[in-house]
């Protein structure tokens, strides 16, 4: 048994030797950063079931990565991004299985309270943008998803995407550029906060 205080590095080979406490260290100090990537991600109501998900794999792959430096959030983080895009496909897989057995005559609309609608709007923009981010060039979508979805600084990124600092803030620049060209095309100067 590792050490609490001992660095990921260490407590990821003591997971890797099988201690489990070592994954509830690692669980301790990444999962507030971990969880809020996955609220941005993924539905809100997704979101803890893609963490617990991400640390059930992690535990079962931990013979399949090693901590390069002094953080095992980039192997989480990875792991997360794999969790979220099976949870994206199982969720296509069924909204297209409901679409497909939905009988309009059965359905009945429920009285909806204002907070479930601006829930269910606020829902419907973060999906739109978890579309726009997925739709990026890979460089772009990589360095968006780190700094915004993930709160990595700029220069955690670019060590671990291992490019310079300035090419991480060009890719940043240049997603934010497409993601608002896209959101002026989808919901027009208005929706953005410009004057008409």
Known sequence: ????????????????????????????????????????????ADAEDVLSETFVEA?????????????????L????????????????????REAHSADPVLMTVPDIAEEVVRAEELERQR?????QVASLPVTYRNAYELCVFAELGQEEVARLLDVPLGTVKSRLSRARQLIAAAAQDAFGQHAIGGAT
């Open 1 to 44: 048994m590792v050490d609490g205080s001992a660095g990921d590095d260490a407590q990821w080979q003591a997971m890797r030797a099988g201690d489990m406490a070592a994954l509830g260290v690692l669980f301790d100090r990444h999962a507030d950063r971990l969880f809020r990537y996955c609220q941005r991600a993924a539905s809100p």
């Open 59 to 75: 535990w079962r792959s931990r013979r399949s990565f090693v901590v390069r430096g002094d953080s095992a959030l980039p192997i």
């Open 77 to 96: 983080l990875a792991i997360g991004k794999r969790v979220l895009q099976k949870h994206a496909r199982s969720a296509e897989r069924s909204r297209r």
């Open 127 to 131: 999906a739109w943008l978890r579309q």
